[in-house]
C-alpha cells in the first residue's frame, strides 16, 4: 500500500521528503517555465536594442561627403557612394576645428559627420554637424606667392592656398610660409574652393625623423642605437628645440637632459649617406633601465 501512495503522490507532483515535507516536482516546475521564457525574450530585446543602437553610432559617425546644400537639407554620399540626407533645424549647431560654425559653412566637396536621430535608413535628422577639413598630402612641386602646387600619391596635383590666418609648423615648432619651397613634403588641411583648389587652415611641413637610445653625447653631436642596432648621428645646433615627453604632453626640454640611456626622437634633415642627422628637435622619452633595453 505504501508503495501506491508513494507512486500516486510522485505522480501527481508532490515528492514526500521522510521528515514529512514536500519538494514541488512537475506541477511547480511548469509553473516556472512561463518566467524563464519571459526573462530569456527580455533578454534578447534588450540585446537587439544594443546592436541597433550600436549600429545606429556607426552609421553616425561615418565621414560624409558633402553633394548638395539646399534650405535646411544637406544631400550627401558615403565613402560606398550611397546618398544620405540630413535635415536640420533651429536646433542643429555646427562645429568646424573645434569652433562653432553654422550652416552657410557646409559646401559641396567638404567632409561632414553628423549626430542626431536615423529617421530613414537612409536620412538623418541632424543635432550636430561637425565639418571636417580636407586634407592634402604630398609634395611641393610649384610655388607662386600665397599659392602652392602639391603633387599626391598617382601624380594628382592640387592648389593650395595659404591665407593670412593659416598656421603652419614644422617639427612641432611654428613655421613660415617661407619655409615652404619646392620638394617640401607638407600636410594641407583646409576648406575646398569651387575651382577645385584648397585654401588652408594649417599645413604641416613633413620631416624626417630618427628614434632610439641615446648611447654617447659628445658636444652637439648625440649618439643613438635605433631598431636592429642601426647607429645615428643626431647633430644639433644652436636653433635645435628640444622638448621632454609627459604622459601625453610634452614640456620643454635643454640639451642638458639628454642622458645616456635616454630614448628620443629627432626631427630634421638625414644626410645623404643615412648617417647623420641634423636635428631642428628633439623630444625626449623615458630613460630605459637593462630590463627595457
Known amino acids: 500500500m505504501f508503495k501506491r501512495l508513494a507512486t500516486a503522490t510522485i505522480l501527481s507532483g508532490v515528492?514526500?521528503?521522510?521528515?514529512?515535507?514536500?519538494?514541488a516536482s512537475g506541477a511547480a516546475h511548469a509553473a516556472?517555465?512561463?518566467?524563464?521564457?519571459?526573462h530569456v525574450t527580455a533578454a534578447a530585446a534588450v540585446r537587439a536594442h544594443r546592436r541597433q543602437v550600436q549600429?545606429?553610432?556607426r552609421v553616425l559617425r561615418h565621414a560624409l561627403r558633402v553633394t548638395a546644400v539646399s534650405g535646411d537639407t544637406i544631400n550627401a554620399v558615403t565613402r560606398a557612394d550611397q546618398p544620405v540626407t540630413i535635415t536640420v533645424g533651429t536646433?542643429?549647431?555646427?562645429?568646424?576645428?573645434?569652433?562653432?560654425?553654422?550652416l552657410s559653412a557646409v559646401q559641396p566637396g567638404e567632409l561632414i559627420v553628423v549626430q542626431g536621430t536615423r529617421t530613414a535608413p537612409r536620412?538623418?535628422?541632424?543635432?550636430?554637424?561637425r565639418i571636417l577639413f580636407a586634407r592634402m598630402a604630398g609634395v611641393v612641386t610649384a610655388v607662386n606667392g600665397s599659392s602652392l602646387t602639391v603633387t599626391g600619391v598617382g601624380g594628382a596635383q592640387r592648389t593650395v592656398n595659404i591665407a593670412a590666418t593659416t598656421a603652419i609648423t614644422r617639427a612641432g615648432a611654428v613655421a613660415m610660409a617661407s619655409d615652404i619651397m619646392p620638394n617640401t613634403a607638407i600636410l594641407a588641411a583646409g576648406t575646398p574652393n569651387a575651382d577645385g583648389s584648397l585654401t588652408a587652415a594649417r599645413i604641416v611641413i613633413r620631416v624626417a625623423h630618427v628614434a632610439g637610445k641615446v648611447t654617447t653625447v659628445s658636444g652637439a653631436t648625440i649618439t643613438?642605437?635605433?631598431?636592429?642596432?642601426?647607429?645615428y648621428n643626431v647633430t644639433t645646433s644652436s636653433g635645435t628645440v628640444y622638448a621632454a615627453r609627459q604622459g601625453r604632453t610634452l614640456t620643454p626640454a635643454t640639451a642638458g637632459d639628454v642622458t645616456i640611456g635616454r630614448r628620443l626622437v629627432a626631427y630634421g634633415t638625414r644626410s645623404a649617406d643615412g648617417a647623420s642627422f641634423a636635428?631642428?628637435?628633439v623630444v625626449l622619452g623615458r630613460a630605459v633601465t637593462p630590463a627595457h633595453a
Open 15 to 23: 515528492l514526500i521528503t521522510g521528515a514529512g515535507g514536500a519538494l
Open 32 to 38: 516556472t517555465a512561463p518566467n524563464a521564457h519571459h
Open 55 to 57: 549600429q545606429r553610432r
Open 91 to 102: 536646433a542643429t549647431t555646427f562645429k568646424e576645428a573645434g569652433k562653432p560654425a553654422s
Open 123 to 129: 536620412a538623418i535628422q541632424a543635432k550636430v554637424v
Open 224 to 231: 643613438i642605437q635605433g631598431a636592429y642596432g642601426t647607429t
Open 279 to 281: 636635428a631642428v628637435r
